[in-house]
């Protein structure tokens, strides 16, 4: 994108929102970089310089613009489309690995050389693995200093940095502004003394269909582990350093999001496993625009556009679910996962609700008596076989695998069909054209809208929704509109 400079012009000129993220403008006269919907009188066409991430602007010697906040923009959709070396890496970033692991730990979960990583990072994002991380650790910094009360040297090791000096010349240098200032400029807005526990918000591209993403989540939730309350949804995350809790509401222009960490420095994971559940870096023009020009789709996206894939905090947890979830009801399945929970989870506290657990991990799964668990025999045969390929790690699901590999692995594992891989895929590796024509739903929609409906004819049929096949998804379940994954739950 930043390589068509004509287009990225038109963008800035037009002030664009739909492009923050896919590139940043900077100014050579000013030395500040903005995004493209920056609302200050632009530059000349002479003065700009077009940057793939914030980190490359960063690099390149450019401060965050004051009044736009280039760095707060939603993240680029390539990292949700693509599964190759560089989108895997970007993602495995926004969740803290380079923080914890450094960059060969990050090399070594794709699977390449240290160099291999930093040579591709560099040629598309202009930046290499520590200058994205550190430009995370800025964006993390920057949102304990504007949201809470916790003193300066704690935010510096709680957004990832070495050293309070570390922390002080990064925020100097990439916002112009002290520690100090920052936080005096954001004003006396409300904040938190409560170790842990941060208000923000999740910005998207707009716009947003909160029904089937919030009434999905609100209808599958497991007991104990997520619920809605007071119009959010709620749950537990198991990360890093320890547990948390987040609450979700939708609002008209971003989602409010509060976090209960045990331990700040999971605060850019938690954000970032936020971020990917509720599809927020989407780019529903693109999207919508595609699936509009099927004739028998373009009612529904015109109904409700924008709508998002609902996908998972945790991708073991989802593919267990996904398993207990075969052949019965919704909330035969909560009361499936309920029991797992019970018997299995680590126990959490939750002062604000009626959270109780964590999900269990597949470690923990690993030692559960199949005899004791209320379902048929070969199911139970494949949920273990799941667990113990989960936890050996013969099967791999996490945040930077490879989609193609991830999807062998598991439809070589007995009991494991098309539908379970593919709803998997959509949900908990994020692939946007995971597709399931063997889905009740979506076949009973397809006969409704005049589609094929046979498995085979509605597959090729599909390959004109490619790459947002699991959008297509999304908007043929809408049809259904009694269910209640398609209603945003009453307060």
């Given amino acids: 994108m930043h390589t068509d400079t004509d287009r990225c012009l038109r963008a800035a000129q037009a002030k664009d929102a739909r492009f923050d993220g896919w590139f940043f403008i900077a100014v050579v006269t000013t030395g500040i970089y903005c995004r493209p919907s920056c609302p200050v009188v632009g530059p000349k066409p002479e003065n700009m310089r077009f940057y793939p991430s914030a980190a490359a602007a960063q690099q390149a010697g450019f401060r965050a613009c004051k009044r736009c906040r280039p760095d707060a923009s939603p993240g680029s959709p390539e990292w949700n489309e693509r599964a190759d070396l560089v989108a895997r890496a970007m993602r495995l970033i926004a969740d803290g690995v380079v923080d914890r692991d450094g960059v060969p730990g990050l090399a070594a979960r794709l699977g390449y050389s240290t160099r291999q990583v930093e040579r591709q990072l560099l040629a598309e994002l202009g930046a290499g693995p520590l200058a994205l991380a550190r430009a995370q650790r800025a964006q993390t910094a920057r949102l304990l200093i504007e949201t809470s009360a916790l003193p300066m040297a704690d935010i510096a090791f709680a957004a990832g940095f070495a050293s309070v000096r570390a922390f002080n010349e990064t925020v100097r240098e990439i916002f112009a502004l002290s520690p100090t200032e920052l936080r005096q400029r954001a004003g006396r807005g409300p904040r938190t003394s409560v170790p842990g526990a941060l208000t923000l918000r999740l910005p998207f591209r707009a716009p947003l269909c909160p029904d089937n993403l919030f009434g999905h989540l609100a209808a599958t939730a497991v007991p104990g582990v997520e ?23 939708p609002r008209p222009d971003h989602i409010a999001c509060q976090l209960s960490l045990a331990d700040l420095r999971d605060l850019a994971g938690a954000i970032s496993r936020c971020r990917r559940l509720l599809d927020l870096d989407a780019d529903p023009a693109a999207v919508d625009d595609l699936l509009r020009t099927d004739l028998r789709l373009a009612p529904l996206v015109d109904k409700a556009p924008g709508r998002r894939v609902p996908r998972a905090v945790d991708a073991d947890e989802f593919a267990v679910r996904a398993v207990l979830g075969q052949q019965v009801s919704t909330a035969a399945a909560r009361t499936h996962a309920g029991r797992l929970v019970s018997a299995h989870g680590e126990p959490v506290e939750d002062p604000a609700g009626g959270l109780t657990h964590l999900f269990p991990s597949v470690q923990a799964l690993a030692g559960l008596d199949p005899e004791k668990l209320a379902m048929p025999r ?22 930077g695998s490879d989609w193609d590999e ?50 085979g004819a509605l597959t ?32």
């Fill in 227 to 249: 619920e809605w309350r007071d119009g959010a949804y709620r749950r537990t995350l198991r990360l890093p350093y320890g547990p948390g809790v987040v609450t979700l509401s």
């Fill in 378 to 399: 070969t199911r139970r045969a494949t949920l273990t076989g799941l667990i113990g390929a989960l936890a050996e790690g013969r099967v791999a699901l996490g945040v």
């Fill in 460 to 491: 090729r049929h599909s390959t004109h929704w490619r790459p947002w096949r699991a959008y297509a998804v999304q908007y043929l379940w809408a049809t259904d509109a009694a269910h209640a994954i398609n209603r945003l739950p009453a307060a």
């Fill in 406 to 455: 991830a999807r062998a692995s598991l439809g070589a594992l007995p009991g494991l069909g098309p539908w379970t891989v593919e709803v998997i895929a959509m949900r908990a590796l994020g692939d946007p054209d995971a597709f399931l024509p063997t889905d009740l739903g979506v076949r009973r929609a397809a006969t409704e809208l005049g589609l094929p409906a046979t498995p």
